[in-house]
T-cell receptor, first 112, second 114 residues
Framework: AQSVAQPEDQVNVAEGNPLTVKCTYS??????LFWYVQYPNRGLQFLLK??????LVKGSYGFEAEFNKSQTSFHLKKPSALVSDSALYFC??????????FGSGTRLQVQP | DSGVTQTPKHLITATGQRVTLRCSPRSGDLSVYWYQQSLDQGLQFLIQ???????AKGNILERFSAQQFPDLHSELNLSSLELGDSALYFC?????????????FGSGTRLTVV
């Protein structure tokens, strides 16, 4: 089985400050890990992915994520948050012959 | 525009009815996935088709069925609708069967059952 946990329903951060959105996963086998963002009344947009290789992955809009195998984590980070980053963020994992399993989502609120 | 087209965008129907949601994948993608997004259950995987064949099945109710046609578009059929089926239904596509490249999502169909 595969599962993803996003322990925070909401993250609040001031504009210009660094942000972290947490994600941990549970799989048997090597995971493919993803982050997606959802804006109101829109579909999910791909941000970044980890398949193999460098543990620090850079993605769209200045976001990055660090794969930590020992902690089974894949936290999303950005050095300086923008108000326009406010959205719903989903972590997802897939391994083997399965479809993407999504976490419950974390709402990011960036205050001006 | 993601390249994945879902129709209709909105659908309002009565309990007990049947509806069909349509999805055209991004050009070149062979896999189509259906997800249900509701407030209390997040994003739930329903079913995947790859090149016309069912590839993986998730939490899809027996009242729901899907298929992928030779031109690779897919339809999700929901029957005997209940109030609890009200949700946002997303279609996604990927070029491969494993989703290693990630999925491209459509903008969804919002289904309201009254």
């Amino acid at each position: 089985a595969q599962s993803v946990a996003q322990p925070e329903d909401q993250v609040n951060v001031a504009e210009g400050n660094p942000l972290t959105v947490k994600c941990t996963y549970s799989v048997s086998g090597n995971p493919y890990l993803f982050w997606y963002v959802q804006y109101p009344n829109r579909g999910l947009q791909f941000l970044l992915k980890y398949i193999t290789g460098d543990n620090l992955v850079k993605g769209s809009y200045g976001f990055e994520a660090e794969f930590n195998k020992s902690q089974t984590s894949f936290h999303l980070k950005k050095p300086s948050a923008l108000v326009s980053d406010s959205a719903l963020y989903f972590c997802a994992v897939v391994t083997g012959r399965r479809a993407l399993t999504f976490g419950s989502g974390t709402r990011l609120q960036v205050q001006p | 525009d993601s390249g994945v087209t879902q129709t209709p965008k909105h659908l309002i129907t009565a309990t007990g009815q049947r509806v069909t949601l349509r999805c055209s994948p991004r050009s070149g993608d062979l896999s189509v996935y259906w997800y249900q997004q509701s407030l209390d259950q997040g994003l739930q995987f329903l079913i995947q088709y790859y090149n016309g064949e069912e590839r993986a099945k998730g939490n899809i109710l027996e009242r729901f069925s899907a298929q992928q046609f030779p031109d690779l578009h897919s339809e999700l059929n929901l029957s005997s609708l209940e109030l609890g089926d009200s949700a946002l239904y997303f279609c996604a596509s990927s070029p491969d069967s494993l989703g290693a490249y990630g999925y491209t999502f459509g903008s969804g169909t919002r289904l309201t059952v009254v």
